[in-house]
């Protein structure tokens, strides 16, 4: 069921109804009968003001090391700490 919003155009009283698509518009206003229309609600729809973009601010402070100069599969060197010769 479609929500319609209908604004007065002699009180700005403003309301919503919901209807279905075969009923018929409303025309007068129930505060002050007096003459509303249809308002379509594209206010959804709008973006506004900032912070919907976003600048370059998220940036890495700290510099990467380039990671090619430490191999992940680096040969560890053997340990030396048990000597087999007693
Ligand atoms: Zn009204």
Redesign the pocket.
């Known amino acids: 069921m479609p929500t319609y919003q209908y604004a007065?155009a002699?009180?700005?009283?403003q309301f919503e109804v919901f209807q279905s698509f075969s009923e018929a518009s409303l025309t007068t206003?129930p505060?002050?009968?007096?003459e509303?229309r249809k308002v379509y609600s594209a206010v959804g729809v709008v973006f506004k003001g900032s912070g919907f973009y976003k600048t370059d601010s998220v940036k890495s402070k700290t510099p990467e090391t380039p990671a090619a100069t430490t191999p992940a599969a680096a040969p560890a060197p053997a340990p030396s700490s048990a000597p087999s010769a007693e």
């Open positions: 007065c002699d009180c700005g009283h206003c505060e002050c009968k007096g509303v």
